[in-house]
T-cell receptor, first 107, second 113 residues
């Protein structure tokens, strides 16, 4: 069963515009959620964890249990934000990944 | 965070052969994981490799096809056996750091002809 859903396969925004990547999850109990990012020709790397409530590279993500969502947001996109973004659910030491969203930031 | 390396970074193999992928972590870790990323797809967990015990495979993956070794706390191997073109994927290893965070290797891009 699909546990993590990223409905947008592709997302294109202009530099300086806000960007929001959607992530919905299916999980009973308190979820642990992550966002991972993969820049061109680089390895998959951790962007942020919901539990630490941090802002990394200007990105934030808020867990909304009522809507079972963990959307990733940035108020002003930069060209270097162009990458593939994956939402992931941690359960029993394993990660379940969403399908990923490719973000292109245009000048 | 951990520094994770994989060998080879890519390979092109013939149908019916086997390839062993190595994963090295720069610190001792209890849990290591192997994922597959098929073309245009997301990451799918193949198995969890703990030192001193048999690997635990996810549904759809079997030991005969993907044997895994974990001889110590910094190293693991994944073998893709009797390969077919459907095995063409990127194979990634990861390690668990802390209670819930995984860090990934650079991946091995496998093409089976």
């Amino acid at each position: 069963a699909q546990r993590v859903t990223q409905p947008e396969k592709l997302l294109s925004v202009f530099k300086g515009a806000p960007v929001e990547l959607k992530c919905n999850y299916s999980y009973s109990g308190s979820p642990e959620l992550f966002w991972y990012v993969q820049y061109s020709r680089q390895r998959l790397q951790l962007l942020l964890r919901h539990i630490s409530r941090e802002s990394i590279k200007g990105f934030t993500a808020d867990l909304n249990k009522g809507e079972t969502s963990f959307h990733l947001k940035k108020p002003f996109a930069q060209e270097e934000d162009s990458a593939m973004y994956y939402c992931a659910l941690f359960d029993d030491y394993k990660l379940s990944f969403g399908a990923g969203t490719t973000v292109t930031v245009r000048a | 965070s951990a520094v994770i390396s994989q060998k080879p970074s890519r390979d092109i193999c013939q149908r019916g052969t086997s390839l062993t992928i190595q994963c090295q972590v720069d610190s001792q870790v209890t849990m290591m994981f192997w994922y597959r990323q098929q073309p245009g797809q997301s990451l799918t967990l193949i198995a969890t490799a703990n030192q001193g015990s048999e690997a635990t495979y996810e549904s759809g993956f079997v030991i005969d096809k993907f044997p895994i070794s974990r001889p110590n706390l910094t190293f693991s191997t994944l073998t893709v056996s009797n390969m077919s073109p459907e095995d063409s994927s990127i194979y990634l290893c990861s390690s668990m750091m802390g209670a819930d965070t995984q860090y990934f290797g650079p991946g091995t891009r496998l093409t089976v002809l």
